[in-house]
């Protein structure tokens, strides 16, 4: 007997059309620098997640629900620590990311607070961080082993960097910039436009700077 495919729950959102607390924080389709002064175009479509208990019965990944990307604190800011919260439509493809990852470990793998999506207005967010991209994901323990070291760092940043071959790891140190608690893994600036999405629009004033 034939049986109906499941449906995606979350709702897709322009991040333009939302409410202007969400703008200000999400800057759907604005833009970020990074360190190197060079110009990111930020995410525009969204998917919008109702409720913790959502967040946490939706997978985006056999082993990654929603609520792993959304774990954040005071530091996020203050629409977002309340739902409805929004993800951009790329964390689907950091979580499938990261099922490769943990397949090759064989393990459980851990993101840490504030290690997954993060808005543009998060206090911890310095530029254009993939974390605004929800590309990005900040691994404190895999298994029974905690990230801490500079082998345990090592050694599991060679094993994503051979599954994910153009994945980008944050070096190891304790200065700004880089890591000594944590492995960083982000897939870079991607930005995820799903089919059923009204498209971009060719209003200059919208294309040029968000509402």
């Known amino acids: ?10 709702r897709l959102v322009d991040g333009r059309r939302l409410e202007r607390r969400f703008r200000d924080v999400l800057l759907p389709g604005g833009i970020l620098c990074d360190h190197a002064g060079q110009a990111r175009v930020l995410p525009r479509y969204f998917y919008e997640v109702e409720s913790w208990e ?22 996020e800011a203050p629409p977002l620590r309340l739902f409805p919260r929004y993800i951009p439509c790329a964390t689907v493809l950091l979580a499938m990311a990261l099922e490769l990852f943990r397949d090759a470990v064989g393990n459980y793998v851990y993101i840490g607070a504030n290690g997954g999506y993060c808005s543009p207005r998060h206090a911890g967010v310095g530029g254009a961080s993939p974390h605004c991209w929800g590309t990005a994901a900040n691994i404190y323990r895999v298994g029974d082993t905690y990230l801490d070291s500079q082998d345990s760092i090592v050694r599991y940043a060679e094993i994503a960097r051979a599954v994910m071959p153009t994945v980008w790891t944050r070096p190891l140190g304790p200065e700004l910039a880089k890591t000594d608690d944590h492995l960083h893994l982000d897939l870079g600036y991607v930005v995820s436009t799903p089919r059923e999405a009204a498209g971009e629009t ?10």
């Open 202 to 211: 060719y209003n200059l004033k919208l294309a040029g700077d968000p509402l």
């Open 1 to 10: 007997m034939a049986t109906a495919l499941a449906t995606f729950p979350l």
């Open 54 to 75: 959502q967040a946490r019965d939706t997978y985006l990944a056999p082993h990654f629900s929603v609520s792993e990307f959304v774990h954040t604190d005071v530091r």
